[in-house]
């Protein structure tokens, strides 16, 4: 009898497990939502997502942040936001390469900071693609693998392009981007 008296008695059962766990699992789900959400919010503070506006007529405009006094003046389209015009479709030329026919695919966008350019590029389509073609259509293959080369032709269609805004009296665009560039 004095072993039963000496053992110590058996543990009382917890009556409140189950809910003590589920309350300390929602805990750490409302904590853990919570630093999600604050997380979020200061990273939109501090990266803020560029607006942009699309225009009935194709064009794509960035609407920059609103610079500091001190940054104004520095040049002197930098204040505007830049706006680009697809010419669509892509062009298309075909070219020969020693025996073989390959065809060139190139998308192309003009970019300028002047909405008086882009809508000259508009009116003038018909007349740069024309010399955008003229100009695709002599090309060498190997010339045109390499990034030099059509670095080279983007800067000669940047001259066409510039040469036709010219001659129809408006302003300068400020690049030609080639947003799709195929040869097969």
Same mark, same amino acid.
Do not use: C, W
């Given at each position: +009898?004095?072993? /039963?008296?000496?053992?110590?008695? *058996? ?37 803020? #997502?560029?607006?942009?506006? &699309?225009?009935?007529?194709?064009? @794509? =405009? ?6 500091? !006094? ?5 040049? %002197?389209?930098? %204040? ?6 697809? @010419?669509?479709?892509? &062009? ?11 065809? #060139? ?9 002047? /909405? ?8 003038? =389509?018909?007349? @740069?693609?024309?010399?955008?073609? &003229?100009?695709? $259509? ?5 010339? +045109? ?10 800067? /000669? ?5 510039? !040469?036709?805004?010219?001659? /129809?009296? $408006? *302003? ?6 080639? =947003? ?5």
């Amino acid at each position: +009898m004095a072993d /039963e008296a000496d053992a110590p008695p *058996p543990p009382a059962k917890k009556a409140g497990a189950l809910v003590g766990n589920l309350m300390n699992g929602v805990g750490i789900f409302a904590l853990t939502l919570g630093a999600v959400v604050v997380g979020g919010f200061i990273n939109a503070r501090l990266h803020p #997502l560029p607006d942009l506006k &699309l225009d009935k007529d194709g064009k @794509i =405009t960035a609407i920059a942040p609103v610079p500091s !006094a001190a940054g104004k003046g520095a040049e %002197g389209g930098s %204040g505007k936001p830049s706006l680009y015009y697809a @010419i669509d479709p892509p &062009l298309v030329v075909n070219f020969e390469d020693g025996s073989a026919v390959r065809f #060139l695919q190139i998308s192309v966008e003009i970019m300028a900071h002047d /909405e008086k350019a882009i809508d000259s590029v508009q009116k003038n =389509t018909p007349l @740069i693609r024309n010399n955008l073609l &003229l100009l695709m $259509s002599n090309r060498n293959y190997q010339a +045109m693998m390499s990034r030099e080369g059509k670095d080279k032709f983007r800067q /000669e269609a940047l001259a066409e392009v510039r !040469a036709v805004q010219k001659k /129809e009296g $408006s *302003p300068d665009v400020d690049d030609v981007l080639f =947003t799709s560039f195929v040869v097969q």
